[in-house]
């Protein structure tokens, strides 16, 4: 499908001018096409491209490259790491791999994407390697992520990874409030700090008071922080640093609610609406 640079470019005009043009200057509706991904506003005479205000606002490389690097990532089923893309795309800097794939990574999420709703897990997790100390929630040199996992059955629904400083009840409500509609149907275990939710808004259920080995109580968020941590010690072989440690998970969050797709060209159009949609990112920010 894109054997070339200008189909690349024309696919991206599909995807960004897919209801009309307008002019990022002056809000106008026509153009002159110029070439392809290039026009030009016929009222303030601006010359827009098709990448001029996206996540590859002013790249210096083809989309072409770009489009291979993404569906060097889209087509794997459990993506790629930096290394990987490097020798893939012969890039001559490690660095030049990572920033893309965080470019990447902060498309995959999708602004005003729907909450979680109905009947919701919520667990927290801890993510890093073994360290010797305490022990628990309050284990020291780790990531906390709160998981929240929607229950169809014995299927899980749709995801949502967010990192959190502590399991105090202020910041896990917050977070709660972010990612579950009101209303839903929250199922914990019997952590104090889960107390508020009925107060915030939310039926509570309490799986169970007491950590006693037996029955797994929440079976739905167990599975999928075990699916996580596989993930990112396979894909990514466990080096993940906990100051980009949200941008993986939102990589996770991104794969796994479309895990039942069947063609991975439907992840990778996703993938590029978001990217020609999404605002630019300088390389100092990442």
């Given amino acids: 499908m894109f054997p070339d640079e200008q189909s690349c470019l024309l696919y991206l005009e599909n995807l960004r001018w897919a209801d009309g043009f307008m002019c990022p200057g002056c809000g106008g509706r026509d153009a002159w096409r110029l070439r392809a991904g290039v026009r030009q506003c016929t009222t303030c005479n601006r ?3 098709v990448t001029s205000g996206t996540l590859l606002h ?12 993404s569906w060097h990532i889209c087509n794997q089923k459990y993506g790629g ?3 990987g893309l490097q020798r893939t795309l012969a890039h001559g800097s490690y660095h030049t791999s990572w ?16 909450l979680l709703n109905g009947e919701v897990e919520v667990d927290e997790t801890f993510l890093g390697g073994v360290k010797s100390g305490k022990r628990g929630r309050g284990a020291r040199g780790k990531s906390l992520v709160l998981v929240a996992a ?6 899980i629904g749709r995801i949502r990874l967010k990192v959190i400083p ?9 977070a709660i409030a972010e990612i579950v509609d009101k209303g839903s149907n929250i199922v914990t275990d019997g952590l104090s700090s889960y107390a508020g939710l009925t107060n915030s808004g939310y039926d509570h259920t309490v799986s169970r008071y007491t950590p006693e080995i037996g029955k797994n109580l929440l079976p739905h968020v167990h599975r999928v922080a075990a699916l996580l941590k596989r993930w990112l010690l396979g894909t990514h072989q466990g080096s993940v640093s906990h100051d980009r440690l949200q941008s993986y998970l939102d990589e996770f969050v991104f794969r796994f609610n479309r895990r039942t797709s069947e063609h991975r060209g439907l992840l990778f159009r996703t993938l590029w609406t978001q990217i020609v949609r999404a605002a630019p990112i300088s390389r100092q920010s990442l």
């Fill in 47 to 49: 010359r827009v491209t």
């Fill in 58 to 69: 002013r790249t210096p490389k083809p989309v072409k490259d770009w489009m291979e690097a």
């Fill in 81 to 83: 790491n930096a290394l």
């Fill in 99 to 114: 920033e893309w794939l965080h470019r990447m990574r902060h498309a995959m999420v999708i602004p005003g994407r729907s």
């Fill in 150 to 155: 929607e229950v169809r059955g014995t299927v």
């Fill in 166 to 174: 502590n399991a105090n009840a202020d910041t896990l409500l917050r």
